[in-house]
């Protein structure tokens, strides 16, 4: 009886989370990969994608290793861009991997109150043996919230 009650509680939970999730997010759009090349023995890959709902977007920025990558090599930020306004709205402190990861990303806070087109960036610190080599992703295509 206990197994049955928790495969039961499982699915609940699980649906209740995806049911949210699909309320909670109207649409999403990634920039292109765009390779950063191979640096200090490690080759990387970088974008960007911009989530909206009604009222509100975000932006994150994601950052790809071919192999893992020791802490403190990758950084990534995420700038989230307003049409109307011509620049940048929000964007995310930097982020480092804390531990040896072959991925690691970050994201701006929900940026709201103005319905408008929206599209993000990413930008990454990626270290090179003695300093950081700075990247950035392209342009994700610009959604509407």
Known sequence: MFKRFRITFFTFVLGFF???????????????LSSFGTIYNHAYWGDATVFT???????????????SAPAGYMGARAYLYRQSVGSYVSLSEWSYNSLTATSW????????GY???????????????YDY?????????????
């Open 105 to 112: 990303g970050t994201s701006t806070d929900w940026y709201s």
């Open 53 to 67: 709902d009604s009222g509100h977007a975000a932006g994150s920025a994601g950052i790809e290793c071919g192999n």
């Open 18 to 32: 995806l049911s949210f999730s699909a309320v909670a997010l109207a649409a999403s759009a990634s920039s292109p």
């Open 115 to 129: 319905s408008d087109y929206y599209r993000a960036r990413g930008n990454f610190n990626i270290y090179n043996g």
């Open 133 to 145: 080599t700075e990247k950035f992703s392209g342009y994700t295509p610009y959604l509407h919230n």
